[in-house]
């Protein structure tokens, strides 16, 4: 099963059409057990951090999520949650990737809107992806560059358009919105 982490905010509509056009059934879930017993774990986001911070806290799920043993892919709000601290809401997150999530300045030039190729490294995530390819953003904050970095993007400066480390992924652009690179993302991510 693939289940899709239900905390009160995220773009959970388009990423199980994305899923229903590859023929893969999903659950959106806050249910523990069900969330620790899933094959894949999928963590959509659109937001504000501090707002789904205190609804993860309220689902006990921030104590969750870090725990998971399978294979988890962080989309856009749900990947800057994986890192340590975001500066939106001036908000502690939960810790998994080592690094912070900045608002992107001047404020002028956000949010940083459109189609993006991204420096790849050999992340099995891109496997067949070439960083000629184009993803769709939607932002005003970004995850510094770190350790875990697994794709950079360039817009206003470099910034983690992909993180990785052990079991979780993370993806600050809309792999469901990118067409058929986007899918082929997610077919990667389901294949691990």
């Not at 994305?18 to 659109?46: C, H, M, W, Y």
Request: charge should be negative.
């Amino acid at each position: 099963m693939i289940a899709l982490i239900d905390y009160g905010a995220g773009n959970i509509r388009s990423v199980q059409n994305a899923l229903a056009r590859l023929g893969v059934e999903s659950k959106l879930t806050n249910d523990a057990q069900e969330l620790q017993q899933a094959d894949k774990v999928i963590f959509p986001g659109v937001g504000e951090a501090s707002f789904a911070m205190n609804q993860l806290q309220e689902q006990q799920l921030d104590r969750l999520i870090p725990n998971l043993q399978q294979p988890v892919l962080g989309i856009c709000l749900g990947m800057q949650l994986l890192c340590n601290y975001s500066e939106e809401g001036s908000t502690k997150t939960l810790g998994i990737f080592d690094t912070t999530v900045k608002e992107f300045e001047p404020k002028l030039n956000v949010p940083h809107t459109g189609w993006n190729s991204c420096k790849l490294t050999s992340s099995s995530l891109f496997q067949g992806i070439k960083s000629s390819d184009d993803f769709y953003f939607v932002h005003s904050f970004y995850a510094e560059i770190c350790d875990a970095t697994s794709a950079t993007c360039d817009y206003i400066q470099p910034f983690s358009a992909a993180l990785q480390k052990d079991n979780f992924y993370g993806v600050q652009f809309h792999p469901e919105k990118s067409a058929e690179i986007g899918t082929k993302l997610i077919q990667n991510f389901l294949e691990l």
